[in-house]
Every structure is written in structure tokens, then in C-alpha cells.
């Protein structure tokens, strides 16, 4: 089934997962392992993380096939206080690492209110959202930060790319109301969209990235010229520092002239930095109290008139939730140069390939 | 002393800290109290946060002559774990709250690696980056957040006004390069600035604010009539909400429609909420190591060529760290509209004022 503009097929989650899983068996991952990834890039999907799930399988695999991952890795602690952990990926597939470091963190946090959980040796692990909304489910709030796989931008006023998209998400837990979820990169526009506008063959609005001379670049195809521009100008370039420095620096993990761009060399390791931070509501504040103020500001906030031009307020993660409803309903898209990718690798991994749609 | 452009007397950080101290003191505060928000207080215009420094003195002690604040406050941890405590701040002025947050985190991260402490009935306390910098001298990085003490603008989309410029702050301790110090709101401009360009008789630059039909205000007389646009549009509205449910609700502190407009009433308590984070390097990485690199990433950045429009790149806290050597080196500018209003005020409360400059 292609949808109303002829352009992308649709298939459920389950699909994907079970493809996804079958890639990663396939060049050598546990059926464990494999699986526990291929759920999480199935979700990221049904989110509407259309950058951070299956479009990014083939780049994962290609990985992993040039020698670039860990497929047996021993995910460890290297430094531990009781409020703290640093996690040694041993060059795991990011998805595996962090699952552990926000298991990790939750059960610090169950005992210290607080924890703090970061990573070096690490993988791209898809999008931010998906760990720290793990901490939910344990009434506690989830941050997680992330050094970007590719450095999109230079200092603010500079030319040379030493700064990645660095994004931040945070998840708030909710009573009626659906989890407070905010997902972002400290760039107008991540990089993982520019990629996609460039598979669809879409031109990107002014504002997402320039040029060296400065001026607006728009054809994603010469992405590779110009730079992504940071929200607020030098405000977002200071948070993006400020992450590399936590998630990489402080964790002995890649920032700045290290960071590996994983969209062109497969093989180096990339020493991937990120942290997640989980902080138990109850430790501050009745979780029942708590639930019912978040869900006050959330209706208080939809209930907001609003500015010409907009229907509605939007709350972080609202797009997704109905991303998701909808993809429940009517099945991931999958666009056609996707579709194509897909059906190349599964030729030259030998699996079988997605149903035709 | 008048400036070049002959608008600005220039006075010492001592001087400013005597005025401000004297003036403390002759409202009924203890002298020890006194002395610790003024020094905090000229530290914050030594450093350029001119919005947040004596420029604040003449509202703080209308809220104390109005009743507003608790002069003889019990400043206590209310809820504590190993990582993380909740400090009730009985009202005091806010400086007196996050020195007293910034103390306990910095004791507690020693043991845990990482502490969170979080206020509630605290009140305003200047500019982000004094609490954020305590951290440094233990070689910890320090991050502070905080609920603004007006809500200055709309989530995204809407118009009315739940979300307050909500700052970030984060520093980043060196080897022999400067300390990283990041100090933003979450909004193109902090609603200090859009007050020194009104004291100024100044106009705003567009994209500051936007009135209710959505288009670009500068007259900074009409900001009541008006909002402050967030950084990146849904994302630092994002950011401003995510900022307030962590300083805010999740302390039993106002956010949203709880906020009391400190430039509008001076009576009611504001229940203001703020949160500093402290990470002890040395649980993560050897701290030389650390400050060693952090050097090296920070000289990167300062080597990168510039953009067309741009002399150098500025990292930063480096705006701030000139203007702290021209003030030391050749006093703090006082300009007219605030000399004024300090004289006025030295004569309602009976104290000497500032010498004429």
C-alpha cells in the first residue's frame, strides 16, 4: 500500500522489527542483542524518529561489516560512585549500551534520588527520546544528552566543524495526561532530516543550514558544503558545546576534532559519549502531587489561546504521540529510497526482504 | 567619571558592594546576609550581567519594605537522599538560598559523584552563572536552572503567557585556559536586557519580541504589551517548560500560572524554584586529564578561521571575562536612568549614596 502522495510504502512495526532483527543475525549479532535493538529501532519508527530508525539499518550493518562495532562485547561498569556510574560500550552497538546505562542509572536513583550515567566506547544509539523516557515507568524523570556521530556545525562565528546537533531530551511522567517528552537537537534542524529531505528529494526551508560564505543553503544534496545553524545562534553553539563537554569530555569519550563521522568511515571506533540521568520524583515530591501539577500545566497550556497562524498548542511530544497513533493505525511509511536501500541490503546480506507493500 | 558616550559614572565592585550592603542593612537585614548578596551582587555586574546586579537592588528592598521577603529566614534542607536534597528557602532572598544549594550539592557530590539540589520558597538570585561557577574551586562542574520570576512568554503557538525566560547555566572547570561558563535564558533575549534597554531609552533588536498579532516589537517601553520569542521556536519553548517542571514542580515551586510577576507585586511570596547540579570530575576521569583536554578543545575552537561578519570566535563566559577586566581595570558603568533611581532610593532609606562619579 503506497499512501495519498504515491510515495511510501506502509508496513506495521513488527515488520520492520522482525527485519531489522534478521539484518543483525545475519552479519553475526545474538538473537539478543539483535532484538533488543531492532525493538528499539521499530519504536523510534513508530514515533515518527524517521532519521534514528530503519533508515538507519544499512549504515549500522555496513558497520559492522567494515569491522567498525563490537558484536561481543562486555558492557561494563568502569567507575562507579554511588550517585554515579561511567559505562565502558566496549564498542557495542549504542541501542545495548545505553538500555544498560538507564537500567543502570534507574537503579541508583531508586537509592541516591539522583543518578547520573555516562558512556565511552559507545554507539550512535538512535534517538535521545527513547532512553530517557525508560525512567517512566519507575515514576522518575529521564535526561539524556548525546555527543552527535558527525560534526554538522563550527563554533558560532567559525568555519570549522568541531560541534555536533549534541541533542537533549527529557521526559517528565504525567497522571491522565501523556508523558511530557522533549526531544531536540541545539540546531534549528538535525542532521538526520537533512538526510531524509536529500532521499525524498526535498528541498530544506531557509534556517536549517548556510553556506561557507555565510548565506542560506537549501538542496540537502549539498549538505556536505555548508554547516547546520544552531537555535539561537550563539546560545545554541554554547549548549552544544556545553553537552560535548559532559556527554564526550567528561567521559573520556570523542568531542570536537575526535568525533568520527560515522556517515563516512565505518571502520574507526568511534568512542561514542553520551549520559542519561534519571531523578526519582519521590524523593522531591508526593508522585501523586506531582502527576496531577504536571497534568494542570499541561491542560493549562493546550487551553492557551492562540497566535494567528497556529490552530493549536503543541506540547513536546505531542507530534510523535500522533505520529504513532497513526502509524498504529496505518503502518510506518517507508519512502521509496529507502525502500530501494533496504531491498539492496537484503540482496547483499542475503535476507529476506521486507513483504512487497 | 562619565563613560565616551557620556551616559555612564563608573564605580568600583567594592564600592557598588558597600552601597548595596549599606542599603540591605538599613532595611532591617542582618549584616552578614547583607554582605553576602552584595558581594554576589557587584560580582554580577563586575562581570556585565547588568541586568542582574544594582540594577535589581531598588526592587529588592521594595519587596522587603512591602513585606514580601523573610529577613530572618531558617534557610533548611526539607527533604534529603544521599545524591539530591530539597532545600526550603523560608522566603529568604535567593542568594542567600543557592549559596546555601550550591554548599550542600558541592558536600554531597563529593561522596556521590553527582548531587542535585533543588529550592522551593527560595526567591530571584541574580544572574545563573554565580551558582553555576561555585563547583568550579572543587574542581566539580556546576549546572543551575531556574524558574524566572515573570512569565515573559507564551508556549509555542499561543499567547498566553505560562513560560518565564527560564535560564540555563553550566561551568566547566580548565587547566590554564579560562573556565567554560555558559549562562543563557532560554529566549533570544533575557527579559533583564528588554529593562536596561528601556532604563537606556534603546531600541530593541527585532526578533527580541513579538506583540499579540505576532509581529516584531521594539519599542521596549511596550514590552508589557508584547513576548519574549524563545530560542529556536519549539524548542527553546520546549526547553522552557522542561526547565520549569524540573526547578518548579517537581520542588513544590510555582511554574506557569502560579508564577508571581516580581516587577508587579512586591507582597505576595513568590515560591520561587531553582536547581544546581554538581559533578565531581574526578568520579568520571582524572581531573587533569580532564582539564588538560578541555583546554585543548577550548584552543581548537579559538583557532577556527571565521565566518564572513565575524572577527574571532567567542567562547562562552568570554563576553563576560572582558568586560570583568575592563570594569576592574576602569570601574563598572552606572548609567544615568540607574544613578537615578539609586539616588532616590539612598534618600527613601535614609543611607549615603554611591559618591558622585
Redesign the interface.
Known amino acids: 500500500m503506497t499512501d495519498q502522495a504515491g510515495q511510501a510504502r506502509r508496513y506495521t512495526a513488527q515488520q520492520l522489527e522482525e527485519f531489522i532483527a534478521r539484518a543483525f543475525v545475519a552479519v553475526g549479532m545474538d538473537e539478543g542483542d539483535a532484538g533488543t535493538i531492532a525493538a528499539l529501532m521499530a519504536d523510534a519508527d513508530l514515533n515518527g524518529s524517521d532519521g534514528h530508525g530503519i533508515f538507519r539499518l544499512a549504515p549500522y550493518i555496513r558497520r559492522i561489516r567494515e569491522g567498525g562495532l563490537n558484536l561481543k562485547p562486555n558492557i561494563h561498569i568502569a567507575?562507579e560512585?554511588?550517585?554515579?556510574a561511567?559505562v565502558d560500550g566496549d564498542n557495542a552497538q549504542g541501542h545495548l549500551v545505553m538500555s544498560f546505562c538507564a537500567q543502570t542509572a534507574i537503579e541508583?536513583?531508586k537509592?541516591?534520588?539522583?543518578?547520573?550515567v555516562?558512556t565511552h566506547h559507545s554507539n550512535h544509539a538512535g534517538p535521545a527520546n527513547l532512553y530517557a523516557k525508560m525512567p517512566l515507568a519507575h515514576d522518575m524523570?529521564g535526561l539524556y544528552v548525546a555527543v552527535g556521530n558527525a560534526n554538522h556545525l563550527?563554533?558560532?562565528?567559525?568555519?570549522?566543524m568541531?560541534l555536533s546537533t549534541n541533542p537533549i531530551a527529557?521526559a517528565?511522567p504525567t497522571d491522565e495526561e501523556p508523558a511530557?517528552v522533549?526531544d531536540?537537537a541545539t540546531t534549528?534542524a538535525a542532521y538526520g532530516k537533512v538526510k531524509t529531505a536529500a532521499q525524498r528529494g526535498e528541498e530544506m526551508p531557509e534556517g536549517w543550514m548556510i553556506d561557507?560564505?555565510?548565506k542560506p543553503l537549501t538542496d540537502p544534496e549539498r549538505a556536505g558544503e555548508g554547516f547546520l545553524l544552531p537555535?539561537?545562534g550563539?546560545?545554541?553553539s554554547?549548549?552544544s558545546?556545553?553537552f560535548g563537554?559532559?556527554a564526550g569530555?567528561?567521559?573520556?569519550a570523542a568531542?570536537?576534532?575526535d568525533v568520527v563521522d560515522f556517515n563516512a568511515d565505518y571502520k574507526t571506533v568511534t568512542n561514542t559519549g553520551q549520559f542519561i540521568?534519571a531523578?526519582?520524583?519521590a524523593?522531591?515530591?508526593d508522585v501523586g502531587?506531582?502527576k496531577k501539577?504536571?497534568d494542570?500545566?499541561v491542560r493549562?497550556?493546550k487551553?492557551?489561546?492562540?497566535?494567528?497562524?497556529?490552530d493549536?498548542?503543541?506540547?513536546?511530544g505531542e507530534q510523535s504521540r500522533r505520529k504513532r497513533a497513526d502509524y498504529t493505525a496505518n503502518g510506518i511509511p517507508v519512502h521509496q529510497g529507502l525502500y530501494d536501500s533496504l531491498e539492496e541490503l537484503a540482496a547483499e546480506i542475503g535476507i529476506e526482504m521486507l513483504a512487497y507493500s
Open positions: 567507575r560512585r554511588l550517585g554515579m561511567l541508583k536513583a537509592v541516591t534520588g539522583v543518578a547520573w555516562g524523570i563550527p563554533p558560532w562565528g567559525g568555519t570549522d568541531l527529557a517528565i511530557v522533549l531536540m534549528v561557507r560564505q555565510g537555535i539561537g550563539p546560545k545554541g554554547g549548549l558545546l556545553i563537554l559532559l569530555t567528561l567521559n573520556g568531542f570536537g576534532e540521568v531523578v526519582d520524583v524523593a522531591f515530591i502531587t506531582f501539577n504536571v494542570a500545566i493549562r497550556i487551553a492557551s489561546p492562540t497566535l494567528p497562524g497556529f493549536e498548542v503543541l506540547l513536546p
